[in-house]
């Protein structure tokens, strides 16, 4: 509903009285739903542009608005009440300061601040998500965002100050600011920019970018390098002279103005048709003083210049094609001027393809604006696979037609465009295997299918050559795998060759590394590759040509501790390759656990350590020996560790030690527990 003018006095008083009682501000602003807004400005998508070097003066504002707005304040029940609406880019990164001074002091101004980048401005009433800054203070005066402020969101009530803390802008996204009138006056206010350190000033300067006749040489196109104030624009056409002066300009239209505040279009209207010839058209200052200025009252130099041409009426020739693909299913036809997008067959009976295969067309359509393209996309029933040179003609379509350029003028029937299409190509390759017994060979080839000109080869995932028919080398068997990528510069294809080199040994076995009296060695092949024979020699003087052996005895020795025996497989597979592999195996006299009751450690090499002999069986093994006072000298779970008499380094004194020992016997599985005493004698 409209507001009436009795809110004018009663205002701010209804405002405290609601925050003093602690009533939502929901009842209030139901007051001021007004009416869609449509005046230019007070919508997101029609907003001001603004310039960080100049102050925005906005002497009424129109009642309208009243849509709820979200973000931290939303349950305050916060609307775009009797709104204004500013965008502008962040061209260097910083915070931004400005300032709201309203006409009258008692008018209670609010304002939130989004980041629109990449979104629709509209969804500032739905988006959360694109909140930035907001001040929706109770009290009135002046309002914005500065050094003083202490948070980014100062909610409404009268308890929040009118100055928010600066917000942070990135360089290079776009932002709205909303300026919502809380009061019931319809008096404007100041919008100034300053004290940040963000810049919202376009560096861009303003400029001309080209001009362009239309068919009948009455109007002339011009377009400009960025946007700028439609205000600006004589609509006399004075900001333009053109010579020759075959005609004079009688008026200037900016295009898109009448939703916006700022284009980058302008259309000239000409006093007769221009004839055939090259013009000229300079910027100049127009009877309102200046030329086309852009947001930031910047203005296009003085003296610019564009050249066009008009040329004699004359179809628009079937120009080029874009570069076909690999197996294309498309061809884009690209125009030198703008086709009549109804003059395209849909069904694509316009054109027809022929080649070295045959193709059938199915349709035609443009990409089309405000019914003009300068691209025709030609669709395939399938794709092209077969290569050559392939020719796309333009005939009468089923329309009764060839194609029309934007004056009306008919491509004429026969012209003709020649192109290229590569075939496919296909990694396939062949292999061949040459076996050895350290080193096999790879052969490996592609014949070059399709117009190939380029190869890579992978083994295992690691390039290796990018010629057409290489040779690899493998010294160390097992699984491989080899890729390849292949193309002809437009189409590709890969293939993969698993295999398994299996032709290499390698002879391996497990043992009894030391044989008590009585006991047996146990052998166990643990060869691998592809073996075709094993060959034992046990070194006691028995053979065998089994994988897995029996258990062989040797003779322990008579005058010594121990005697080592020789042990030897050799495996052969294929290709009569061999390998072959000797392990010594030690036989001693006994496996009797015994800690000898005396050691004398003084360096003459005689009975120099105390240690368990003969463990050969013991598993789990700890061997402690003991001082007179019960503190551990010597610890081992090692058997063959050995203990020299001393303790940290110290000699230890002569006398009685005590040891203890346990260990699980490795035949019997049972557990061991030994104690004894040692002399040290010196």
């Known amino acids: 509903m409209q507001r009436s003018d009795i809110f004018t006095g009663q205002y701010t008083m209804i405002f405290k009285l609601l925050a003093i009682l602690g009533l939502s501000l929901i009842s209030l602003t139901e007051l001021y739903a007004q009416s869609q807004c449509t005046t230019l400005g007070q919508t997101p998508a029609t907003a001001f542009p603004v310039c960080g070097v100049s102050t925005f003066n906005q002497s009424t504002v129109p009642l309208c608005g009243g849509t709820r707005i979200p973000g931290p304040c939303t349950n305050d029940g916060v609307t775009d009440i009797n709104p204004f609406w500013y965008k502008f880019t962040c061209f260097r990164a910083g915070n931004l300061g400005f300032t709201v001074t309203p006409i009258d002091l008692n008018d209670d101004y609010d304002w939130q601040l989004f980041d629109v980048t990449n979104k629709n401005p509209n969804d500032v009433f739905t988006d959360a998500s694109m909140f930035v800054a907001c001040n929706w203070s109770g009290l009135t005066g002046v309002t914005g965002a500065s050094g003083n402020g202490s948070s980014l969101q100062n909610c409404a009530g009268t308890g929040f100050p009118l100055f928010s803390s600066r917000p942070s802008l990135i360089q290079g996204h776009q932002y709205l600011l909303l300026l919502s009138n809380f009061s019931a006056s319809q008096k404007g206010y100041n919008l100034s920019f300053g004290g940040g350190t963000a810049d919202i000033t376009d560096p861009q300067q303003p400029k001309t970018v080209r001009a362009s006749a239309n068919c009948s040489g009455l109007k002339v196109s011009v377009k400009l390098n960025k946007k700028m104030k439609c205000a600006t624009l004589a609509a006399d056409g004075s900001d333009f002279s053109l010579f020759p002066a075959n005609a004079s300009i009688t008026s200037a239209v900016a295009l898109g103005c009448n939703s916006s505040f700022d284009m980058d279009s302008v259309e000239l209207t000409l006093t007769a048709p221009l004839p055939p010839a090259t013009y000229t058209l300079t910027v100049k200052n127009g009877m309102d003083g200046n030329t086309i200025l852009d947001n930031c009252n910047e203005g296009v130099t003085v003296g610019e210049t564009m050249n066009f041409t008009i040329f004699p009426l004359a179809p628009t020739p079937m120009d080029s094609l874009r570069r076909v693909g690999c197996e294309p299913t498309t061809l884009e036809l690209i125009f030198r001027k703008p086709i009549d997008c109804t003059s395209i067959a849909a069904d694509g009976s316009d054109f027809v393809v022929s080649g070295p295969s045959a193709v059938v067309v199915t349709g035609a359509s443009g990409i089309c604006s405000n019914g003009k393209t300068t691209v025709i996309t030609v669709t395939l029933s399938r794709p092209i696979q077969v290569g050559g040179n392939y020719q796309i003609t333009l005939q009468s379509g089923t329309d009764g037609n060839t194609i029309f350029d934007e004056c009306s003028q008919a491509t004429p029937a026969g012209s003709a465009i020649n192109f290229p299409v590569s075939g496919i190509v296909l990694a396939a390759f062949t292999q061949q295997i040459q076996y050895g017994c350290k080193t096999d060979t790879i052969f490996l080839s592609h014949n070059?299918?399709?117009?190939?000109?380029?190869?890579?080869?992978?083994?295992?995932?690691?390039?290796?050559?990018?010629?057409?028919?290489?040779?690899?080398?493998?010294?160390?068997?097992?699984?491989?795998?080899?890729?390849?990528?292949?193309?002809?510069?437009?189409?590709?294809?890969?293939?993969?060759?698993?295999?398994?080199?299996?032709?290499?040994?390698?002879?391996?076995?497990?043992?009894?590394?030391?044989?008590?009296?009585?006991?047996?060695?146990v052998f166990s092949d643990k060869s691998v590759g592809n073996i075709a024979s094993w060959s034992w020699n046990f070194g006691n003087g028995n053979t065998s040509t089994d994988q897995q052996p029996t258990p062989q005895k040797y003779t322990p020795p008579t005058t010594t501790r121990e005697r080592f025996y020789?042990?030897?497989?050799?495996?052969?597979?294929?290709?009569?390759?061999?390998?072959?592999?000797?392990?010594?195996?030690?036989?001693?006299?006994?496996?009797?656990?015994?800690?000898?009751?005396?050691?004398?450690?003084?360096?003459?090499?005689?009975?120099?350590?105390?240690?368990?002999?003969?463990?050969?069986?013991?598993?789990n093994l700890i061997f402690r020996v003991f001082n007179r006072y019960g503190q551990v000298v010597f610890e081992t779970k090692d058997w063959t560790k050995k203990w020299d008499g001393t303790l940290g380094g110290r000699p230890q004194p002569s006398g009685t030690y005590v040891w203890t020992l346990q260990y699980i016997d490795r035949d019997t599985r049972q557990a061991i527990s030994k104690r004894g005493v040692t002399v040290i004698v010196r």
Request: with cysteine; charged share 15%.
């Open 566 to 619: 020789s042990a030897r497989l050799i495996v052969q597979g294929g290709s009569n390759c061999s390998d072959t592999i000797v392990h010594r195996i030690k036989a001693v006299n006994t496996c009797f656990v015994a800690v000898p009751n005396a050691f004398s450690p003084n360096n003459d090499g005689h009975n120099e350590y105390l240690y368990p002999l003969n463990a050969y069986k013991a598993e």
């Open 448 to 521: 070059g299918n399709g117009g190939t000109t380029s190869w890579a080869w992978y083994s295992n995932g690691q390039f290796f050559s990018n010629q057409q028919n290489p040779t690899i080398f493998y010294t160390v068997f097992g699984q491989k795998q080899i890729a390849l990528k292949v193309s002809n510069g437009v189409c590709s294809d890969s293939a993969t060759v698993q295999f398994n080199l299996d032709n290499g040994v390698k002879a391996a076995f497990d043992f009894t590394d030391v044989v008590c009296p009585e006991d047996f060695a």
